[in-house]
């Protein structure tokens, strides 16, 4: 639990504001005594001191939510940070499973934290809610125990009862999240392909297939919907009728004058949080199944799927008043490389497809080129020697030196080695973020543009490298965005460089000044090419076809 | 302040098409208020006839009486509950799919500067917000207002001044209460706008994910993160303050009202104006106000989150592409002319033009390259043909018709873009080839074989996931290959589309694109020389301007020109292998 100081104080402040109200029922009983007697006096007395308990009330809900929101916050976002940072790790015992579309893996970030957050303030609730309940139903008893017994009982049962719908409960939100992950599904991909479903005509068509989408979610949310709201409006309405029940077995002793208003009164001040316990015990109950949902499907993102991973505590400064210092970059150290030697190393998805075994060595400041046709498994090569092939089982090994690599993900990063992914992907911000992705001092930067060919660029944009090339680098053309991308696995100099089709965006002038700067650099290079530019520098040229060399 | 005026207006427009279904609504919601309000009056019979010396079997009677009353208005309560979400559901379903067909009509310009991730949390996440206020709050605030309106009416059945009391104590209530919300509005907005763009960043960096991780990048992803964390903290708590200042308002209000109850009834009871079965009417009618209350207190996270989403659905429908779809002019018929006249193009908030005094002409029915450095504008030319931006001056004509003067559908229809980077959507093969629309399966299959995929043409079914899992960039390509196969039009812009794939598919596809071009204009943007061997014409593009142009014969002849350099330089180093 985090923040122990906030989240404490929280539910120590939160207990007087759940708890005045037995004293304020109290209080409204006394009152109607005092007019049953005529005392008139007493009455004013009473109002006076309901108003100070009442004033009381509020001032400890103050402090109390304020710490509370505090506390919950710092939970969320830990919650938030140890999936992001599970499937951001380059290797190391936290990495997790990657996240096959990040919009579909969005609702982990919103929604189920959201259920997680809700159990936790249901659980505040209820803690105090039975206190009440108990406290409460001594008072009452004391003056009418079988009325008391009338008004409590039902309550409890609904409680109970409420608890028989749980299994279908989760049953409807699971259909409803996933109708709901649909219709979020296809939104997303057409705000991301806008161009696309315009220059296709296909407006017309897609919105008909988001139109039955929705149709679906509402089916879903209506079910879930009611359900949820059944439960809990049995719980309110229920209140009225323990009323009933408890005036009914109280119909002697009210015609002999034993129960009156003033008991009455005493109730009705407590039946509104005494009708709150089942209420909200069925909604924790719901909500325990809820976020349940939410836990597993949010250990999906988290190392080895356990939901330990999903809890790890940590203290991220992110109230107002806090300094937030950069993170040091977690790079392992450098180790100039010699040699590197890919023994028997395969790759295969779960149909079978998949690369190897392929076994190949490069020598220092080497240049070495990977060719072969679509779908020849060249990218799920690079992918699994660097060992971020996911989705796939992978066997044999990778030798640095000499030296078997135990965690090729964790190794293989700056500055040991740097890989430029076909479709790169950049982020909205300035370009010198793109590129070094934490601080580098100013020379680094510059001689990072240089060696990708993008100084010309760089001098044509009014703001140089504090240009903000807009989401996902969209205010760049397509060679730039591949240049910036190159920017950003040269700059810090790695031993091994690994380039999936660097020149796919690149034209015939540009990509003959880079590979001139990459063999200047001295760096080892392993490419995927077709270019006769690229084959004509390559110390050894391999030629993959079905998965393996030829 | 035109901003409530606005929301209201909007949730009007929202309503009407279904307003049969909410009158039903309100007069479930209307029974159910009755009978809570019958309820107390039974109550203080039963005390003012106990201290009569009503027998047993009446004050039993009449609990039993108030018991079914209770029942009842349970009943007709999740009734009223089911009909909420049916139509708010209904209603908000028409408004998702008018809000992406109106954003996907927006221009080039405004999907550049918003994340996919925003204009998700605007079209599912806002109008989710907007469903949830119709669904839990409209019928809740309905019943509120029967409530309230038949409290009155009870009361001054009793005792006039009774009635006058409460209306004071009610104007009270009404006065404090939209005092306090205009407030927790406005911090709500904020915090909404702190989660949009804290759920944006999470959603570029899990999209950059690969990159990050194999960069070693994960912590300064995470500083950001943080960054943004703490943005959406600061706009919490001080939501929650507002939010406080409105739960003061309403148990604050309760809490009067009791001690009025008590003391109007230290007043008037001893003096026989009305029974102590009034009094505790009273008190009952306080506690009344309670659950609306209440309901209104849970229900207002809803409640800010809807009117911020209101404000900003309206908006962004209110928001007009700067690409004016007013032309009337039907499509020429055939292969069109693209002619370029003196077209100039500057983006917003850019000082330099990326496009200068172009002036071309592209005869009809022929195969045109495109070349020049990247950067250099070809890209933006191809855009002004599609008409996904607008030239800043000049203008260019298809067909001989200004493409301003052509109904979008119609161009759109007509023309087709073969993209670097293909987009593919969660869907199978088949919906990533019709793009969802209605095809016969032969005709999917067919244009599938004439990409050169034949392996998935006898596989329409298989599951495609967004961002292409599953396929190559090769074969993402040649899936929007078969998309302009199927829908056969008049002219094809190929912006750098064989970039990506392997010289042996480009070899299979070669020929397919020839044929794709047969009988219709082609502009094919491409800086690999070897995709242009067969083009009829070729424009050399430098800087934003036109520096050459001329037939692709003529060009490569002539010794001097920027073509023939290109090809000597590209003859040297772009002679592409194969095997």
Request: hydrophobic share 50%.
């Amino acid at each position: 639990m985090h923040h122990p100081r906030s989240f404490w104080r929280g539910y120590l402040f939160f207990g007087g504001f759940f708890m005045t109200p037995l004293v304020s029922g109290w209080l409204l009983g006394r009152g109607f005594r005092a007019l049953e007697h005529g005392s008139t006096g007493r009455v004013y007395a009473i109002a006076a001191g309901l108003a100070v308990a009442e004033s009381c009330r509020m001032a400890s809900l103050y402090i109390g939510v304020l710490g509370w929101v505090r506390s919950m916050s710092h939970m969320a976002t830990f919650l938030r940070a140890n999936m992001l940072e599970a499937q951001l790790v380059s290797g190391g015992a936290l990495a997790g499973t990657p996240a096959g579309s990040a919009r579909e893996a969005i609702p982990h970030f919103r929604d189920d934290v959201d259920d997680v957050i809700q159990l936790i303030d249901g659980a505040l609730d209820l803690s105090y809610g039975l206190v009440f309940l108990a406290i409460g139903s001594f008072i009452l008893a004391r003056m009418n125990a079988p009325a008391t017994a009338a008004l409590v009982l039902p309550l409890l049962a609904i409680g109970v009862g409420a608890r028989l719908l749980d299994g279908r409960i989760k049953r409807y939100r699971a259909l409803d999240r996933a109708a709901a992950s649909a219709v979020t599904g296809l939104v997303g991909d057409l705000m991301a392909a806008a161009t696309t479903v315009k220059v296709n005509a296909a407006t017309d068509a897609v919105t008909a297939r988001l139109a039955t989408l929705t149709e679906v979610r509402r089916h879903t949310a209506v079910r879930d919907r009611v359900l949820d709201e059944g439960v809990q409006a049995l719980g309110r309405g229920v209140s009225n009728v323990a009323f009933g029940l408890a005036l009914l077995v109280s119909a002697k002793a009210l015609s002999e004058g034993r129960f009156g208003a003033p008991q009455m009164a005493v109730m009705v001040g407590y039946l509104g949080w005494l009708s709150f316990v089942p209420r909200i015990a069925g909604r924790v109950m719901a909500r325990r199944k809820q976020a349940g949902v939410a836990i597993e499907r949010m250990s999906w993102l988290v190392a080895r799927n356990e939901s330990a991973n999903l809890v790890l505590d940590q203290d991220l400064p992110i109230e107002a008043h806090q300094d937030r210092p950069r993170r040091r970059p977690r790079r392992p150290e450098r180790v100039s490389l010699e040699r590197l030697d890919v023994i028997d190393l395969s790759a295969r998805f779960p149909g079978g497809s998949g690369v190897g075994p392929v076994s190949l060595s490069l020598p220092r400041a080497s240049f070495t080129v990977v060719t072969g046709p679509i779908g020849s498994g060249k990218t799920t090569l690079l992918r699994a020697l660097l060992g971020i092939a996911t989705n796939t089982s992978m066997s044999g090994e990778v030798r640095w030196n000499g030296r078997t690599l135990d965690d090729r993900a964790a190794f293989l990063v700056p500055p040991n080695a740097a890989f430029l992914p076909q479709v790169p992907q950049l982020i909205s911000d300035t370009l010198a973020d793109n590129i070094a992705l934490g601080s580098v001092t100013d020379e680094v930067l510059a001689h990072a543009l240089h060696l990708a060919e993008l100084e010309h660029d760089i001098a044509a944009m009014g703001a140089g490298t504090s240009t903000l090339i807009g989401p996902r680098g969209l205010r760049l053309s397509g060679g730039q965005r591949q240049r910036v991308a190159t920017a950003r696995a040269l700059v810090h100099l790695p031993e091994l460089v690994v380039l999936d089709d660097l020149s796919s965006a690149l034209d015939v002038e540009t990509e003959v000044r880079l590979w001139d700067n990459l063999a200047d650099a001295g760096m080892t290079v392993l490419a995927v090419s077709h270019r006769a530019v690229a084959f004509e520098r390559a110390d050894q040229v391999l030629h993959l076809e079905g998965g393996v060399l030829r | 302040m035109s901003e409530p005026r606005t929301r209201w207006r909007a949730l009007g427009a929202l309503l009407r098409p279904d307003l049969r279904r909410w009158v039903v609504l309100g007069a479930l919601v209307a029974a159910a208020a009755a009978l809570g309000l019958a309820g107390p009056l039974v109550v203080r019979r039963i005390i003012d006839q106990a201290s009569h010396g009503a027998t047993v079997s009446t004050l039993a009677w009449m609990a039993g009486l108030y018991l079914i009353l209770a029942a009842v208005a349970q009943i007709l309560d999740l009734g009223g509950v089911w009909a909420a979400t049916t139509s708010a559901w209904k209603t908000t379903n028409g408004i998702r799919v008018t809000m992406a067909r109106h954003v996907l009509g927006l221009d080039h310009e405004f999907h550049r500067t918003h994340t996919p991730g925003e204009l998700i949390q605007r079209v599912d996440g806002d109008v989710t917000a907007v469903s949830n206020f119709l669904s839990l709050v409209v019928p809740k605030a309905l019943g509120a207002l029967f409530l309230v309106t038949g409290m009155v009416g009870v009361l001054a059945v009793l005792d006039w001044r009774l009635a006058i009391g409460a209306l004071g104590y009610l104007a009270g209530l009404a006065v404090t209460l939209r005092r306090g919300r205009h407030r927790a509005v406005r911090e709500m907005q904020d915090e909404m706008s702190a989660l949009a763009k804290l759920y944006g960043g999470i959603e570029e960096r899990l999209t950059a994910s690969e990159d990050l991780r194999a960069l070693g990048a994960s912590q300064h992803a995470m500083s950001r993160f943080v960054d943004e964390s703490a943005g959406a903290m600061a706009t919490s708590v001080n939501s929650e303050r507002a939010f406080i200042g409105l739960w003061w308002r309403i148990q604050g209000a309760l809490s009067v009202g009791h001690v009025i109850a008590l003391v109007t009834a230290a007043i008037l009871v001893p003096r026989g104006t009305i029974t102590l079965g009034t009094a505790f009417l009273l008190l009952q009618y306080v506690d009344l106000m309670e659950r609306p209350l209440a309901d209104m207190i849970n229900q207002l996270e809803v409640v800010q989150k809807a009117s911020g989403a209101m404000i900003r659905v309206v908006d962004l429908l209110e928001r007009q592409s700067t690409i004016a779809d007013t032309g009337t002019t039907p499509w020429p018929p055939g292969a069109p002319t693209i002619e370029f006249g003196d077209v100039s193009l500057r983006y917003a908030g850019d000082d330099e033009a990326v496009l200068e005094q172009v002036d071309l002409v592209l005869p009809a029915g022929q195969t045109v390259g495109v070349v020049g450095r990247s950067g250099s504008g070809k890209t933006t030319l191809s855009r002004l043909v599609l008409r996904l931006v607008e030239a800043t001056t000049g203008e260019v004509r298809l067909g001989g018709v200004p493409i301003a003067d052509l109904p979008l559908a119609e161009l759109r229809g007509h023309v087709a873009l073969i993209p670097q980077e293909v987009e593919l959507f969660g869907g199978t093969v088949r919906d990533n080839v019709t793009l969802f629309a209605a095809a016969d399966d032969a005709d999917v299959a067919e244009a599938l074989r004439r990409a050169g995929l034949p392996e998935l043409a006898t596989d329409l079914d298989r599951p495609l996931a967004a961002g292409g899992t599953g396929l190559s960039a090769g074969e993402a390509q040649l899936i929007a290959l078969a998309r302009v196969w199927l829908r056969n039009p008049d002219l094809i812009v190929l912006d750098e589309a064989t970039a990506r794939i392997d010289p042996q598919t480009e070899a299979r596809i070669n020929a397919a694109v020839a044929e794709l071009c047969h009988g219709r204009t082609v502009v094919i943007i491409a800086h690999r020389l070897s995709t242009l061997s067969d083009v009829d014409r070729i424009v050399v593009v430098d800087d934003g301007r036109v520096v050459e142009h001329g037939e692709r014969s003529a060009l490569a002849a002539d010794h001097d020109s920027h073509f023939a350099r290109l090809l000597r330089v590209g003859l040297e180093v772009d002679r592409d292998t194969v095997g």
